[in-house]
């Protein structure tokens, strides 16, 4: 139960920080760069790109201390990329597009993977400071798995979307 609280925290967390980075104050001329690079990406995005994206990334927050920082960089940056989205192509609210992306089963695949990341390099932590992070790092490999399972479904959605919408 106790992981369970820590993973809902970090699931709340984490969209505070991405709204974080939907706020901030953008000149047009970084939207547009980050909208370039936007592009760019997607003249080749495919199921397997959006799973090795986001498995890397959910990889790197499993890492005891470091993860949830490079994790809170990551969210917030997603922030910063619909906050320039919103400006350049949608005008609308960066909030109410942040927001809207939970009506589609990917985004919140990817956030509850997030925070099992995030959750379980804390426990790691705890765990390796109490001398028990052997029994730990089973739990961690099996949460690693599980977030593999999720993102490869939401890679999977997510392209079908993208593909859909061209």
Known sequence: MKRLCTIV???FLAIIITMAGTL?????????????????????????YIFGN???ICLIMFVPIIGPL??????????VVIEAESMTRLHVSPIVIF???FFLPFAWLEF??????????????????QRKGRHELVRTCIFIAIC?????AGAI???ILIAAST
Do not use: C, H
């Open 9 to 11: 925290a970090f699931f």
């Open 24 to 48: 901030t104050p953008l000149t047009s001329s970084d939207a547009n760069n980050i909208k370039e690079e936007m592009d760019k990406l997607r003249e080749n995005v495919s199921a397997q």
């Open 54 to 56: 986001n498995m890397m």
């Open 70 to 79: 490079f994790g809170t960089y990551a969210l917030y940056n997603t922030g």
């Open 99 to 101: 927001l809207s992306l």
């Open 112 to 129: 509850i993977a997030y925070s099992t990341a995030a959750a379980a390099s804390i426990w790691l932590t705890w765990r390796l400071i």
């Open 148 to 152: 593999a399972v999720l993102l490869l």
């Open 157 to 159: 959605v997510e392209d």
